[in-house]
């Protein structure tokens, strides 16, 4: 009689906010640095820890920020966050910098070690006689 084992993974889902507000600059004054001196390192860098090309940011200057939109809208699908496509534009819109430095310490947030919470169930299914 053979013993079978099924394991399964499952990852935990966001608490539906951003961790960080919009102007909340001051909880990473590192990311807050490197966007006030040298800003395009900040969105390439962000880009990149994403998964994305890091070269996909320089698009925002012939899209009129169409790819910090999907970005946005991309990370708060992935990590569980609530929101909107209006609400990505009207964020881009009205502040562009400060939408960066949130998706990048959202990014730090996300993909930080207190934050990987994987769950692993395993079953054993004996069969019936």
């Not at 900040?42 to 890091?54: E, I, P, R, V």
Request: glycine share 8%; proline share 4%; with cysteine.
């Amino acid at each position: 009689m053979a013993v079978q084992q099924i394991t399964t993974v499952t990852t935990s889902q966001g608490s539906g906010d951003w961790n960080t507000g919009i102007c909340d600059c001051c909880s990473d004054i590192g990311t807050c640095c490197c966007a006030w001196w040298c800003f395009p390192c900040l969105q390439c860098q962000t880009a990149s820890q994403y998964g994305w090309c890091c070269c996909m940011p320089i698009l925002d200057s012939v899209s009129c920020g169409a790819v910090s939109c999907c970005m946005r809208s991309s990370m708060r699908q992935r990590y569980g966050i609530q929101g909107s496509v209006c609400g990505d534009i009207a964020c881009v819109l009205c502040c562009y910098p400060c939408t960066w430095c949130q998706m990048s310490r959202e990014v730090k947030a996300q993909c930080g070690p207190r934050n990987q919470q994987i769950h692993v169930v395993t079953q054993q299914v004996m069969p019936a006689h």
